[in-house]
């Protein structure tokens, strides 16, 4: 078919001078000239100045999720970060900081504050909304807020769905399961009664059960005590339906660990709170034995913001994040070295310990069994320590360890969580494998009988 037959218009082509292609080649496109980028630009044609399209770089800023340290790098290598970006809300802050700040406000803790509260935590926190960013990623990564867990307590067992409701399982002398009796349950059942109320964290202890809920308020139930006295001596009624904890109302709490002799809870700006201790020479505060009000934790962590507390028998640990990188601190009895300063002594305030600096080692989760403990590295390492019973440090032997020691048998795998029990201890890698160690009686360890009988376990299960 030709245009003449066709019903196609007719092109017509006008001035097109028949040269040979490597003539056009070299009179129509010049040569290229590399030129040297920079942030500001320049009046030559083709430049992109980033200064003239601050809002193209602050959506690309907060869409791609950076680290805050990408974030502070990027302040570091270029003043165009650094510089007042004239935004709302604060036409001072620089690109880099109103990047942190809409991340931030991404964040289910963070949207409730009010303003005032927004500028106290960043007070708080170095007067850094990266800082602040850092401080909330870090704590969603330790403790598993918006999403499903399980927590095993001694006796009865809780499991929180990422929608936000709550089932139990297990002994119930003391109503811990939350099903408004003592009857004892061994299938998982939901607790009815908190319909309507979204619970992002959860706490099991001896005969008692704490639930926190997505607007920081606090619901307890079991023994009607907070902690128990030094002494075994017990508050005379029971709490079998989950119940408002009257004293915590004026307090947004993110988190509860729950030890032998004490209560402690973590608010969302970081602080902690101990409920009972019964001796002044415990936690800094003298408290009766089933003191129902909240006293913050003194001493080192008053200006520093945790984002992880665990409560062993009768001590307890701390992950603070610190303008320097994470930090554990620790305070209670100091029997078996569990406290990890070299010593075995009481340590009255929190205290630092400063071990994980000598092994290079950033903290991103605490774990605090009865009477050992056990942290996870960002670099995957595991380092235990205090009483190694049945070896429960898993270092081969059931000695004490009172600083910190790198788990050598889990050399080759990278740790991203890590849970521990009166003698056991698990750890999760970054692949999915579970590996065990410590006491195998009645197969606690998830081996088979052979590997249960060892003093030490490290398998996959």
């Known amino acids: 078919m030709d245009a003449t037959t066709s019903r196609t218009p007719t092109i017509q082509y006008h001035n097109i001078v028949d040269e040979p292609i490597a003539a056009l080649v070299t009179s129509a496109v010049p040569t290229f000239q590399r030129q040297q980028r920079h942030c500001f630009g320049d009046a030559s044609p083709g ?10 770089v602050l959506h690309v800023l907060t869409a791609c999720n950076l680290d805050p340290r990408d974030l502070a790098k990027l302040e570091a290598t270029c003043s165009f970060f650094r510089q007042p970006a004239n935004f709302a809300p604060d036409y001072e802050l620089s690109l880099s900081e109103l ?4 991340m931030c406000q991404k964040r289910a803790i963070f949207k409730p504050m009010t303003e005032g509260e927004r500028q106290d935590l960043k007070q708080r926190c ?27 307590g001694p006796g009865h067992s809780i499991a929180v769905t990422s929608k936000g409701a709550v089932y139990s399982f297990g002994s119930n002398s003391s109503g ?8 004892e349950n061994w299938r998982p059942c939901q607790i009815r009664s908190l319909h309507g109320i979204r619970i992002i964290q959860a706490a099991a202890g001896a005969g008692r059960t704490m639930l926190i809920s997505d607007a920081g308020q606090v619901y307890a139930f079991g023994k009607d005590s907070f902690g128990e006295a030094e ?21 947004f709490v993110v988190q509860a660990a729950i030890g032998n002799f004490f209560t402690a809870i973590l608010s969302r700006e970081g602080r902690v709170y101990t409920f009972s201790w019964g001796n002044e020479s415990k936690l800094g505060h003298q408290t009766d034995p089933n003191d129902l009000e909240p006293h913050p934790l003194l001493g080192a962590l008053e200006n520093t913001h945790v984002v992880q507390i665990a409560a062993g028998y009768c001590y307890l640990l701390a992950l603070a994040s610190r303008p320097s990188g994470m930090s554990v601190y620790s305070v209670g009895c100091g ?31 605490v774990a605090a069994g009865a009477w050992h403990a056990a942290v996870v590295g960002q670099d995957g390492r595991v380092c235990t320590w205090g009483w190694g019973r049945y070896g429960c440090l898993g270092h081969g032997n059931e000695d004490c360890e009172s600083v910190p020691k790198v788990v050598e048998a889990l050399g080759t795998v990278k740790a991203v969580h890590v849970s521990t029990g009166d003698y056991t201890t698990f750890v999760v890698s970054d692949d999915g494998d579970v590996y065990s160690f410590g006491c195998g009686e009645s197969s606690s360890l998830g081996h088979n009988t052979a590997a249960a009988d060892a003093q030490v376990c490290l398998s996959p299960s």
């Open 335 to 365: 029997l078996g070295g569990k406290l990890g300063h070299g010593a075995r002594t009481d340590e009255k305030y929190p205290r630092l310990i400063e071990q994980f600096q000598t092994l290079n080692l950033q903290p991103v989760v």
């Open 47 to 56: 430049e992109f100045p980033l200064s003239a399209n601050p809002s193209i």
């Open 231 to 251: 002494f075994g001596v017990q508050g005379s009624g029971l709490v079998t339906s989950p119940q408002l904890v009257e004293s915590l109302k004026n307090i």
């Open 176 to 183: 811990q399961l939350g099903h408004g009796t003592t009857e």
């Open 126 to 152: 170095g007067r850094s909304w990266k800082l602040v960013l850092r401080f909330l990623l870090a704590g969603e990564a330790c403790s598993r807020r918006e999403k499903s867990q399980a927590i095993a």
């Open 99 to 102: 990047a942190a700040l809409d």
